[in-house]
């Protein structure tokens, strides 16, 4: 059964740091609890003395509670900066296999750590262990330890702490500490990533079977919120709050059985946690290959991470359009990709190499040199990543590994302009079909009961648990490519960056080839992402609902265009791109922008973009700070964005014909500072060394967005 749990705080001005007050659970069957007080070490004992075990209900039938929480990453820093990191230590999980070594030396007099000085064949350091009693070691596992093999002991609470942000909080009360009498453990999995918004809308969009009276304390509860419960008593607050609890668990229980309706996929209450896992549940039950059953080569290998980008954010126009943009973009872009991807299984295929051919295998990597400087256009056919890690699109570049399904979409308008060196292609020699052609039939589906919905009763049961189904399948469909393409934190169990890079390559190449046929037909694109191309001066047609086709937007009246990322109808009539700013935050601040610049001018005399937002420290940005404390509180956070970059030629920027407050920003010309193998590892290991120091932290977005 599912019991989600949520806590509310408070700021306190003389301990200087967020805390509790109060702790609540809400079971599927309607009952709930709070804990309230502001002692957090005493508030999550009380919990696991009421989750741990089995639950029995109201009717004699027992239950194995599965406790779950929205967006949990607020609630577990407040429960750590209640724990003196001095008084932490490592012990071993009960019942987990041993995957870390541990040292026990405390290292007081400044002694060397025999692990540190332990080397291989080659004299490399060997290191992996933790240390038992270092403070940034046990700060480490509580922040980031839920899946390790290890837990932070607090001693004189007894609680044992492993978290992780975006996945949950392990929890064990561990009274004799390395010993294991007198265990419990209780793991909370952070499902806030298997639904979109924040969670009131999720309760309009699920609809779960609420009472009048826990309808309006919820809505009591948000309206509260915005004035940080001014007035409110404790005991209203706890009310809220599990009244807020029982409508996540009923939503959760909604999630599996719809999953298992519509697609046919069982995934168990202790099983679900975000849109990850309800992927891999997914992808077991397809018997899709994991990593360890796909061909390796090495070459291949590393090529497929240097020809690996995400997808295309572009600006090829930058200001305020006078006339309506029309957009379309690519119905479910990744899926329809996915399903044609081949078997890679080891032994089923071999890599070829090819010179100046193009072969029409999907899978591949093409060295190639290229120069579209006289072709006119606003998007060159292939990206190419700096040293720094950022990317572009340079009109010229010299012996460049792309991915084989951009230079495939390429050919037809530039072949003249493409030199080709070699390709490297995987040929599947097995008849398998192709590991992820289930996700047309889901697609299928969800449009066929999109239309059967069409003829429902609008709120009926019927409609409703149509409704469920529906967005079951979407979240089917979108979370599978993020475990092809999973790299954080090492490899995932189905991480291949050949499939990942093909989707994206191709998604690329997609648009490009729509941006191209609009440019022959005299139109402008003045902005491309990731599946979606807007334009002006051209007529755009909608594909229909099939599969991979380009279907139409609704146009966008005054089209206000800062850099790639950021852009926004004035009348809030069309497509927004906030970049990881609240959509409130950035109108409000694009707006003010738009209203103090002449945008007649040329971009280069553009003032800086200046948003400004309400946004909570993370655990490891007040870590990095070096005061713990601050996680889980709240700042105010101002971010100046510059419009140009080095990702386009802004110097030879003109204006669009019939848009005064429009410029066009070609291309760059060549990027002289291409990134090398070793480049990407060491950007790669900065990426994570600001992510484990809270400069880089996508978990910021997350409780941006539904915690304030």
Not at 293 to 311: I, N, S, V
Not at 478 to 497: D, E, F, H, V
Request: with cysteine; charged share 25%.
């Amino acid at each position: 059964m599912f019991v989600s749990v949520d806590s509310e705080t408070e700021w306190c001005e003389a301990e200087g740091r967020q805390r509790l007050t109060t702790l609540s659970y809400g079971r599927e069957d309607g009952t709930s609890e709070s804990f309230i007080g502001h002692d957090s070490r005493e508030a999550y004992r009380w919990l696991m003395e009421r989750l741990c075990g089995v639950y029995t209900d109201a009717e004699g039938k027992q239950w194995r509670p599965a406790p779950v929480a929205f967006h949990f990453n607020h609630d577990t820093a407040v429960l750590c900066n209640d724990i003196d990191p001095a008084d932490l230590m490592l012990i071993r999980k009960v019942q987990h296999k041993i995957e870390t070594s541990l040292c026990g030396a405390d290292h007081s007099a400044g002694s060397p750590c025999e692990y540190d000085t332990r080397q291989d064949e080659e004299g490399n350091p060997t290191s992996g262990a933790l240390h038992r009693y270092h403070p940034d070691d046990c700060q480490a596992v509580v922040t980031d330890g839920m899946l390790s093999d290890v837990v932070a002991w607090h001693r004189p609470s007894h609680l044992a702490i492993a978290g992780s942000a975006g996945q949950g909080l392990y929890l064990e009360y561990r009274p004799n500490g390395d010993r294991f009498e007198g265990w419990k453990r209780l793991v909370i999995r952070d499902t806030g990533r298997s639904f979109h918004g924040g969670l009131e809308s999720v309760i309009d969009r699920w609809n779960p079977d609420l009472s009048e009276a826990q309808r309006e304390r919820i809505a009591w509860g948000k309206r509260q919120r915005e004035v940080g419960f001014a007035g409110a008593t404790e005991a209203d607050i706890a009310a809220y709050s599990e009244a807020e609890c029982v409508a996540h668990a009923r939503v959760c229980r909604q999630l599996i059985d719809s999953i298992g309706t519509a697609a046919h996929v069982r995934i168990r209450p202790s099983q679900l946690a975000g849109s990850g896992s309800v992927a891999a549940a997914v992808l077991r039950h397809y018997g899709a290959p994991k990593r360890t059953d796909t061909h390796e080569d090495t070459e291949a290998d590393t090529l497929a991470r240097m020809t690996y980008y995400g997808g295309l954010i572009e600006a090829p126009v930058v200001g305020l359009l006078s006339e309506d943009v029309e957009g379309e973009d690519i119905n479910s872009a990744y899926p329809s990709k996915m399903i044609h991807i081949p078997c890679m299984r080891s032994g089923h295929g071999e890599w070829k190499t090819s010179r100046r051919d193009v072969p029409a295998d999907l899978i591949g990597h093409a060295l190639v040199t290229w120069d579209v400087s006289r072709s006119g256009t606003s998007t060159p056919p292939f990206t190419v990543r700096r040293r720094s890690g950022a990317v572009c699109q340079p009109l010229v570049g010299r012996r460049i590994w792309v991915a084989l399904a951009e230079l495939q979409a390429a050919m037809p308008r530039f072949a003249s302009s493409i030199v080709v060196h070699k390709v490297l292609s995987w040929v599947p020699t097995c008849e398998c079909e192709p590991p992820l052609a289930f996700l047309a039939d889901l697609y299928d589906e969800r449009l066929a009961i999109k239309e059967s919905m069409a003829g429902m009763e609008p709120g009926s049961s019927e409609w409703w648990e149509a409704s469920c189904k529906e967005q079951a399948i979407k979240l089917i469909i979108n979370s599978i490519y993020g475990k092809l393409a999973q790299t954080r934190y090492g490899l995932g169990p189905y991480t291949n960056l050949h499939f990942a890079g093909y989707v994206t390559g191709s998604t690329r190449g997609q648009v490009r080839v729509k941006t191209w046929e609009h440019e022959s037909a005299g139109g402008t694109v003045v902005y491309q992402h990731t599946d979606s191309v807007l334009s002006v001066g051209t007529t755009v047609e909608d594909g229909g609902k099939k599969l991979g086709a380009w279907g139409k937007e609704k146009s966008s009246q005054g089209f206000l265009i800062i850099q790639p990322g950021l852009a926004m109808s004035l009348f809030c009539n069309g497509k927004v791109a906030s970049r990881g700013v609240r959509v409130r935050d950035f109108t409000l601040a694009a707006w003010n922008w738009y209203q103090k610049t002449d945008l007649t001018q040329h971009p280069d005399t553009w003032p800086l973009l200046t948003s400004v937002q309400q946004v909570m420290i993370t655990r490891r940005q007040a870590i990095a700070r070096g005061k713990p404390l601050l996680a889980g509180s709240f700042e105010t956070k101002t971010t100046d964005s510059r419009v140009t970059s080095n990702k386009r030629d802004y110097s030879s920027a003109y204006p669009v014909p019939g848009n005064p407050m429009a410029w066009a920003v070609p291309p760059a010309a060549y990027v002289w500072d291409q990134a090398t193998e070793d480049d990407l590892k060491e950007f790669r290991s900065l990426l994570d060394k600001r992510r484990r120091s809270g400069e880089f932290d996508e978990e910021l977005a997350v409780d941006v967005c539904h915690k304030i």
